[in-house]
Every structure is written in C-alpha cells, then in structure tokens.
C-alpha cells in the first residue's frame, strides 16, 4: 500500500461550485497532516494545516479521521484562482524522524468559467 | 527576506557530466531537504539535513551527494548523471514539519 493516495483527477468543476478531495495514509503513527498547493510549474506552498477536529480556513475546510486513516479537503464558492494540484502531506514515513514528509500525488483542480 | 532560493533554475547536461545545485535559505531555520518531482511520481525525498554539518539519506538517495557546510545552504552534487536523473529538484526549508520551498531546479540529462 502506498504510503499517502490521492485521486489524480483531474477534477472539472464550473465557478461556484464545491468540490472535495480525499486522501488516505497507511502509517498510522503518523501525527501530523497537511495540504499543499501546487500551482502549474511553481512550487509547492502549504494551504493549511489539518486538525484532529477539523479546521476550516475561509472557503476551506480540512477534516481527518484517524480511525480511517482518511484527510479531505473541501472548497466551497471555487474561483478560477483555486486551479491548482492540491498535495496530502503525512508526517512519516514509517519509522522516519519526525521532521520528514511524505506527499501525495497530488490531485488536480481546474476551476472553469 | 528571500526565502529559499536555487540556483541554477534550468541546467542540461550530458550523461556522465557533474554538477551542483546550490540551496539558500535567510529564514535561519534548522531543516533542510532536496526533493525530486517526476510526472505520476509525486515529491520524493532525496536527502535532508537536520542541522549544519549533518546530511541524511532520504527514500531515492543514489546518485546524488550533498553537503551542509553553513547553516544556510544544502549543496546537491551529482557526480555522473544519468538520463534518469532527469527532473525537477526542489529544495525546502523548515522548522517544525512545516517546509517552505524554493521555485526549483529543472534538470534534464541528455
């Protein structure tokens, strides 16, 4: 099982809609959790960190559910500047020091006019 | 500040050639990684140092060396690349777990 999953999409959405992403992490020691944007040949960039309890940051909501192993992503009122590829990050993997990250594939979004 | 920066931002090179790539950071934080991104490959760790003067190997070490002499700079040798060394390097910096990451390097190898 690979170590973080995401759907590579891509996802088509239209302006105004909402769309969530999940992905799922197999080490389940694993403590910390995040998103991370990736714009179109540019670098990566944190979006927001993921909460045990969830945490939303303006039309951005994080959800995590340890027992499944499970994060998502949802945005509402999608504008045409949220066209990215969103990126899971895990702390891990297995048996690494604390400060390592393991990334997902990374799902795409273009948000369409 | 200018965060992290790399250098060089293209490079083509020819098997067997070498080269550095060359990481800064001014944010004066302890933790420092070079990544590759290849299409359908996602971000894989290269190396990452903990500290100046330490360096460890991450999960695709072959073929790259690195150094960490000031606490500011992470180097990225490649002593004879490789075709398969073709990619995207980027380069991050950190406290904590969370990393920032400088626009990269693209690499191709002839």
């Known amino acids: 099982r690979k170590e973080v999953e995401q759907d590579p999409g891509p996802f088509n959405v239209p302006e105004g809609a909402t769309v969530a992403f999940n992905c799922t992490y197999s080490n389940s020691a694993s403590q910390s959790f995040f998103w991370y944007r990736q714009d179109c040949r540019k670098e990566p960039k944190l979006l927001m960190s993921v909460y045990s309890s969830g945490n939303e940051d303006g039309r951005f909501t994080a959800q995590l559910n340890r027992a499944s192993q499970y994060i998502s992503l949802l945005i509402r009122d999608s504008k045409l500047s949220d066209s990215a590829t969103y990126l899971c990050v895990v702390n891990g993997p297995s048996g690494a020091g604390s400060y390592q990250l393991t990334f997902g594939k990374g799902t795409k979004l273009s948000v369409i006019p | 500040n200018a965060g992290v920066t790399q250098t060089p931002k293209f490079r083509v090179l020819k098997t067997g050639q070498s080269m550095t790539l060359l990481c800064a950071q001014d944010m004066n934080h302890e933790y420092m990684y070079w990544y590759r991104q290849d299409p359908g490959m996602g971000l894989r760790l290269i190396h990452y140092s903990v500290g100046e003067g330490t360096t460890a190997k991450g999960e695709v070490p072959d073929g790259y060396n690195v150094s960490r002499l000031k606490k500011q700079n992470f180097l990225l040798g490649l002593e004879s690349a490789a075709p398969s060394q073709t990619s995207v390097y980027f380069c991050?910096?950190?406290?904590?777990?969370?990393?920032?990451f400088g626009p990269g390097t693209r690499l191709t190898v002839l």
């Open positions: 991050a910096s950190g406290v904590g777990l969370e990393q920032f």
